[in-house]
Every structure is written in structure tokens, then in C-alpha cells.
């Protein structure tokens, strides 16, 4: 597998896209959680492809990163993991179920993004550039 000199710029805008999507997603969840009916449902069934989008950026940074990034960036995938697991159950459920769901996606969105940002916090540190492991 060879990488160019651009390789790093990609890694780092593929982390730095996953942390603007992620920051997207938690800005529509809270949006959505302050709605009602039909206009929650519409932006629920959006939330799918972009936890799926988000964890592609993040896997597609992953191999680059040390350590401590790698285990934030495991955590954000986990809190994006139940951040779809709790929009689904959203989508099955109605009134208080449904909004006790949606909060919880929210919750968990947000500690995502909380992940990806320190991710790109330990990507930046100066020490981080001695234990990139490959």
C-alpha cells in the first residue's frame, strides 16, 4: 500500500471531517428533540447515513493515529454506535418513549464529538508525532 506526501493532509481532514459531521449531527439531534411529529420522523431517517459517513472518516484516519487518539476515536465510534442504536429506537417508539430516545442520542452524539475532538487534540500535540504507530 503506498501513501504520497499528502497522505498526513488526508488523515487529518478525514479526522477534522469526522469532527465537523459529528458536531452537525449533535446540532440536528437537538433541533430535532426541540420538534414534534412528522418533522422529527423526516429528520431522524437522516441520522443513519450520517453515523455511517462519520465512522467512515473515522476509520479512514484510524491506522495514522497514536494511541491515545486511537482510543478516543474507539470510544466516538462506540458513542456513534448507540447514537443509531437510540434514533432507531426513536423511529419504533412514539411520545415519551420516542423522546426519552432522542435525548439519549443526543447525549451520545455530543460524548462523540467530545472523542473526535480529542482525537484531534492528541493528533496535534507536539508528542504525538513520536508515537505514531503503524
Given at each position: 500500500m503506498?501513501?504520497?506526501?499528502e497522505?498526513?493532509?488526508?488523515?487529518k481532514d478525514?479526522?477534522d471531517?469526522?469532527?465537523?459531521?459529528?458536531?452537525d449531527l449533535?446540532?440536528a439531534l437537538s433541533?430535532?428533540a426541540?420538534?414534534?411529529?412528522?418533522?422529527?420522523?423526516?429528520?431522524?431517517?437522516?441520522?443513519?447515513?450520517?453515523?455511517?459517513a462519520i465512522?467512515?472518516s473515522?476509520a479512514?484516519?484510524l491506522?495514522?493515529?497514536?494511541a491515545a487518539?486511537?482510543?478516543?476515536?474507539?470510544e466516538?465510534?462506540?458513542?456513534?454506535?448507540?447514537?443509531?442504536?437510540h434514533?432507531?429506537?426513536?423511529?419504533n417508539?412514539?411520545?415519551h418513549a420516542?423522546?426519552?430516545?432522542?435525548q439519549h442520542?443526543v447525549a451520545?452524539?455530543?460524548?462523540?464529538?467530545?472523542k473526535i475532538?480529542?482525537?484531534?487534540?492528541e493528533k496535534r500535540?507536539?508528542?504525538?508525532a513520536?508515537h505514531?504507530?503503524?
Amino acid at each position: 500500500m503506498s501513501h504520497t506526501a499528502e497522505s498526513p493532509a488526508r488523515v487529518k481532514d478525514a479526522l477534522d471531517n469526522a469532527r465537523v459531521a459529528a458536531q452537525d449531527l449533535h446540532r440536528a439531534l437537538s433541533d430535532a428533540a426541540g420538534k414534534s411529529g412528522g418533522a422529527v420522523r423526516a429528520d431522524l431517517e437522516a441520522v443513519p447515513p450520517k453515523v455511517k459517513a462519520i465512522a467512515a472518516s473515522i476509520a479512514a484516519s484510524l491506522d495514522a493515529q497514536n494511541a491515545a487518539a486511537k482510543t478516543s476515536l474507539g470510544e466516538a465510534a462506540t458513542y456513534l454506535e448507540a447514537t443509531g442504536a437510540h434514533i432507531a429506537d426513536a423511529l419504533n417508539s412514539s411520545g415519551h418513549a420516542a423522546l426519552t430516545s432522542i435525548q439519549h442520542a443526543v447525549a451520545d452524539a455530543r460524548a462523540s464529538v467530545q472523542k473526535i475532538s480529542e482525537a484531534v487534540a492528541e493528533k496535534r500535540s507536539p508528542a504525538s508525532a513520536t508515537h505514531i504507530t503503524k
